[in-house]
């Protein structure tokens, strides 16, 4: 078969799990060893506040190893306060507390800072992901630099389109929506990640340092990135409604795996274009701390975040243009 996606992504001991579908949507799990064991867990990993607009403070309480805060954390308060997300990936040195100010605001009209309580944790929806793909866009120090993008984002949604650069209007009338759909998946038995597919073309795919990670994270994940964005496309009539009964992918193993020239072959295209330019075209690391390096991919086709611990991919978070 040649060179395969796992290949591609360094992940030769990986396997495919069951796929799982739900309306437009499938999920094939990655299933394989844990990348790292020199990374902190999720629980050591806290939000703790807002210092100002556009900055937001997280604290890394194991003493020994670095952590990562997942590309495009976002964050909506219970409370009065402006709703914030990461602009890209995040990196934090052992037992250290660092403040990130080049994030986002995602209300055009709302003050207050954020505490490390009464909030709502998700990942951006994939189209406001792919706006941060611009290298210039993401480092600007400029909280409100997302808004044009969140208004596109809005734009044609019933009941919402038209009241401002707020993305909290899209998440808090349609919660629990987006609770039921992604509750119809869940993580399995040595989970590290997932290639996530629309009517089975990719959307992107998440791997994760270890097993743990992805129990921890894969709701946010799964929810605010694809679900939310699938759901987008379905109130604005984007995507073709898939007819019933008509699997998007086979659910067995082996079917899966015979089919990866079908239904991945554009994934692998695109992924072998972001790491030639990760490897050949002289990307420069975006952020470097303790043994952990991020690079930001962006290609025509796609991009994402990529952390290395060595020469080892432990994290990837890629997505795909629509």
């Known amino acids: 078969m040649g060179e395969t996606l796992f290949d591609i992504l360094g992940l030769k001991e990986a396997e495919w799990g069951e796929v799982q579908s739900v309306d437009e949507m499938s999920l094939v799990?990655?299933?394989?060893?844990?990348?790292?064991?020199?990374?902190?867990?999720?629980?050591?990993?806290?939000?703790?506040?807002?210092?100002?607009?556009?900055?937001?403070?997280?604290?890394?309480?194991?003493?020994?190893?670095?952590?990562?805060?997942?590309?495009?954390?976002?964050?909506?308060?219970?409370?009065?306060?402006?709703?914030?997300?990461?602009?890209?990936?995040?990196?934090?040195?052992?037992?250290?507390?660092?403040?990130?100010?080049?994030?986002?605001?995602?209300?055009?009209?709302?003050?207050?800072?954020?505490?490390?309580?009464?909030?709502?944790?998700?990942?951006?929806?994939?189209?406001?992901r792919t706006s941060l793909l611009n290298p210039q866009l993401r480092k600007r120090k400029e909280y409100g630099k997302l808004w044009p993008s969140i208004e596109r984002f809005?734009?044609?949604?019933?009941?919402?389109?038209?009241?401002?650069?707020?993305?909290?209007?899209?998440?808090?009338?349609?919660?629990?929506?987006?609770e039921d759909f992604t509750s119809e998946f869940e993580p399995l038995d040595g989970q590290i990640g997932a290639l996530i597919l629309y009517n089975g073309i990719p959307a992107g795919i998440e791997i994760l340092p270890t097993a743990a990670h992805w129990l921890a994270y894969w709701k946010w994940i799964v929810r605010g990135c694809y679900g939310a964005?699938?759901?987008?496309?379905?109130?604005?009539?984007?995507?073709?409604?898939?007819?019933?009964?008509?699997?998007?992918?086979?659910?067995?193993?082996?079917?899966?795996?015979?089919?990866?020239d079908d239904y991945l072959e554009t994934l692998k295209r695109t992924m072998v274009t972001m790491f030639t330019a990760l490897?050949?075209?002289?990307?420069?690391?975006?952020?470097?701390?303790?043994?952990?390096?991020?690079?930001?991919?962006?290609?025509?086709?796609?991009?994402?975040d990529i952390v290395q611990q060595g020469p080892q991919t432990i994290y990837a978070s890629l997505v795909v243009y629509r």
């Not at 250290?96 to 209300?107: E, L, N, S, V, Y």
């Not at 009941?159 to 919660?175: D, S, T």
């Not at 964005?229 to 079917?255: D, H």
């Not at 490897?279 to 994402?304: A, H, M, N």
Request: glycine residues 10%.
């Open 29 to 128: 799990p990655i299933l394989g060893k844990d990348r790292s064991n020199r990374v902190a867990t999720p629980n050591e990993v806290k939000f703790r506040k807002t210092t100002g607009y556009g900055s937001m403070a997280f604290q890394n309480e194991n003493p020994e190893f670095g952590a990562i805060v997942l590309s495009n954390l976002m964050i909506i308060s219970n409370l009065a306060a402006q709703d914030h997300a990461m602009a890209g990936v995040g990196l934090l040195d052992p037992g250290k507390t660092k403040t990130f100010t080049d994030a986002c605001c995602i209300q055009s009209s709302q003050g207050g800072l954020l505490s490390e309580s009464e909030n709502y944790y998700d990942i951006l929806p994939l189209e406001l």
């Open 154 to 178: 809005l734009r044609d949604v019933p009941g919402v389109a038209g009241r401002g650069a707020h993305l909290e209007f899209f998440f808090r009338p349609y919660q629990k929506n987006l």
């Open 229 to 260: 964005q699938l759901l987008k496309m379905k109130l604005t009539k984007q995507i073709q409604p898939l007819k019933l009964g008509a699997p998007v992918l086979p659910r067995e193993i082996g079917q899966v795996e015979e089919k990866v």
């Open 279 to 304: 490897s050949v075209s002289g990307s420069s690391p975006t952020s470097t701390i303790s043994d952990l390096i991020s690079t930001l991919v962006s290609v025509e086709t796609g991009g994402g």
